[in-house]
């Protein structure tokens, strides 16, 4: 009796500074009147609880020079098998080259590259580029250009008898009303997304590609209005969601691919739990470049605050914070994985070099120097520990791994 009596003025006791705020909840544990739950464990990803193996690109097998004359070049791209080298520039014209020629063992390998480069002119300056992953389990031979002036262009390209290639007329017209942020092809179909700083996105099937008559069907299958200019997109590892970001907000968005677009927000100040601070509508940098990493579990993020970040792709889960270099929102912030899922790569505006991190202990390992003005884009491969960075010093670089 005594106990129960001592135990209900503990209850009321507490009750009081539950309601203060003293405390968020009462458990009754305590008195003995409930179970307790297994302890909750936060656990980090076995992938990085070991530093990374030390295998990522470090060699600079090879440098092109002038792909677009003395004009900058503004981004770069390499086909699924890594055998054919896109890069887009502020002279208008998308560049298709043979990089791999340039490892020949003879002094003028790379310019012999760059002097038989395929050139094909577009409406404005080309600010991005990707190819084609898949159609039937096979690559589509198009790649695909956003320009300045929001225009878009479709080009087939063939190296059955020496590299050649061609504008497409394609049966819809593409083209938004400012200039293109990102374009990612499905890794698993002719799925072409469009991301523009209107805020659009426009989602296309592309089909039907005939090389005679140059000519490609373009399927508009949905149009996305963000609230904001859309700075990055990714597509998950397995096509089925389309991940972006649009200026201002604090929080990615994932569309179901195989879902009507179904829309599900993950915060950006969640590590997996509430938001940081309470901010739920604030988020104190913008995501400029994302990634998604070999195995598909993980995002990387590259902000304009001169810092990195890693996240689980379905949660949201904060797994790393990447710092060692400089970005802000006048630079452009670009990422990448390498081929193992260890590291990541990124640029820095505060010089030439590309910083390398390994993820585990989330430090720079690496920094690869040969630029001599910041690094506008990077590229790296799927296939193989391939790099490509392109340089406001008007050269493309290409990184391997060493020869053992």
């Known amino acids: 009796k005594e106990l129960t009596v001592e135990n209900q003025s503990l209850l009321a006791e507490v009750e009081i500074y539950r309601k203060e705020n003293a405390l968020p909840t009462f458990s009754k544990i305590a008195l003995g009147q409930q179970s307790p739950k297994p302890m909750e464990v936060e656990e980090t990803p076995d992938e990085f609880v070991k530093s990374g193996s030390g295998v990522y690109p470090t060699d600079n097998a090879a440098t092109l020079e002038g792909l677009h004359g003395s004009a900058n070049l503004l981004c770069c791209a390499l086909h699924p098998e890594d055998s054919v080298l896109a890069t887009g520039g502020a002279d208008a014209q998308l560049s298709l080259c043979q990089w791999g020629g340039a490892l020949a063992p003879t002094p003028n390998a790379a310019s012999d590259v760059v002097k038989k480069a395929v050139r094909l002119s577009c409406p404005a300056p080309v600010i991005c580029a990707a190819f084609s992953r898949e159609q039937f389990g096979r690559a589509l031979p198009i790649v695909s250009v956003g320009c300045m002036d929001g225009s878009i262009r479709l ?122 601070g309470g901010f739920e509508d604030h988020v104190s940098f913008a995501v400029m470049d994302m990634a998604i990493s070999p195995n598909g579990k993980f995002l990387a993020l590259a902000t304009d605050t001169s810092r990195n970040l890693v996240i689980d792709a379905v949660s949201g889960k904060h797994i790393r914070n990447l710092y060692g270099h400089t970005n802000d929102g006048f630079s452009n912030p670009k990422i990448g994985w390498t081929y193992n899922g260890q590291y990541v790569i990124g640029n820095t505006q505060e010089d030439g070099s590309a910083c390398i991190w390994d993820v585990a202990s989330s430090s720079i390992v690496k920094r690869l120097e040969g630029h001599t003005n910041p690094i506008r884009d990077i590229f790296s491969s799927k296939l193989s520990d391939t790099l490509v960075t392109v340089s406001f010093d008007k050269q493309t670089k290409i990184w391997v791994t060493p020869m053992m």
């Open 155 to 276: 080009a087939s390209y063939s190296v059955a008898f020496g590299l050649r290639a061609k504008l497409l007329s394609p049966s819809t017209e593409l083209k938004h009303a400012k200039y293109i942020k990102a374009l990612v092809w499905s890794p698993k179909s002719p799925i072409l997304a469009i991301a523009s700083a209107d805020g659009n996105v426009t989602v296309t099937k592309i089909s039907e590609l005939k090389e005679e008559d140059a000519t490609v069907n373009v399927q508009i299958l949905d149009t996305l209005h963000m609230s904001g200019p859309v700075e990055s997109m990714c597509f998950s590892q397995d096509g089925k969601h389309l991940i972006i970001y649009s200026r201002d907000t604090p929080y990615l968005s994932f569309f179901d691919m195989e879902d009507n677009m179904n829309h599900t927000k993950i915060n950006l100040n969640r590590g997996g739990g509430a938001a940081v």
